[in-house]
């Protein structure tokens, strides 16, 4: 079965730095995409950014990329330059690429300090 | 262009109340998910919906729980006889035909005393 796994419960971080949070995740299949997704205090899950398995090429989106590396499967998510509105609950998820359903890890809470 | 929409946001019931959550899926999607997230824990599939069709309820717990998605109207997750373990926030996404993102609704609050 696939599972996806956020090691770290909480991070910190101060506004302006940066700051990788991590994913690992476990499956035996070829394809695959990746994605992060943001839920702030409102709980509203944003897509941050996505990576198809298939792509060799780190996504970027503005601010954030993400270091996939497919023989180790880790998937962490970098944020440059920090603002207060990163602060939120941030979640790795899988999906395999002959199924719809989404797998997400337990989540980090990432804190942004002025 | 209005996101997926789902109602309503907060739903109190007593034990043993029926639940019936709605999500409108954004324009031009026809594929609905629906997952359920307990306290301080990532979201859990529950079911995958087309119109008018089940395709994979691998995650919806066999008694008590149902969904549907007509041809008009809709999707409606529907949950029986509510116990205090139901309580959860429960999220819609959508997408369209071999889109792989889904998007997500802002989550019904169902609180069971």
């Known amino acids: 079965a696939q599972t996806v796994t956020q090691s770290q419960p909480e991070m910190s971080v101060q506004e302006a730095e940066t700051v990788t949070l991590s994913c690992t995740y476990d499956?035996?299949?070829?394809?695959?995409?990746l994605f992060w997704y943001k839920q702030p205090p409102s709980r509203q899950m944003i897509l941050v950014i996505r990576?198809?398995?298939?792509?060799?090429q780190n996504a970027t989106e503005n601010r954030f990329s993400v270091n996939f590396q497919k023989a180790a499967k880790s998937f962490s998510l970098k944020i440059s330059d920090s603002q207060l509105g990163d602060a939120a609950m941030y979640f790795c998820?899988?999906?395999?690429?002959?199924?719809?359903?989404?797998?997400f890890g337990t989540g980090t809470r990432l804190q942004v300090f002025p | 262009n209005a996101g997926v929409m789902q109602n309503p946001r907060h739903l109190v019931r007593r034990r043993g109340q029926e639940a019936r959550l709605r999500c409108s899926p954004m324009k031009g999607h026809s594929h609905v998910y629906w997952y359920r997230q307990l306290p301080e824990e990532g979201l859990k599939f529950m079911v995958y919906l087309q119109k008018e069709n089940i395709i994979d309820e691998s995650g919806m717990p066999k008694e008590r729980f149902s969904a549907e998605f007509p041809k008009e109207g809709p999707s409606i997750l529907r949950i029986q006889q509510v116990v205090r373990g139901d309580s959860a926030a429960y999220f819609c996404?959508?997408?369209?035909?071999?889109?792989?993102?889904?998007?997500f609704g802002p989550g019904t609050r169902l609180t069971v005393t």
């Open positions: 998820a899988y999906r395999a690429d002959n199924t719809d359903k989404l797998i």
């Open positions: 990576q198809e398995a298939y792509k060799q």
């Open positions: 499956t035996s299949e070829s394809d695959y995409y």
């Open positions: 996404a959508s997408n369209r035909a071999g889109g792989y993102e889904q998007y």
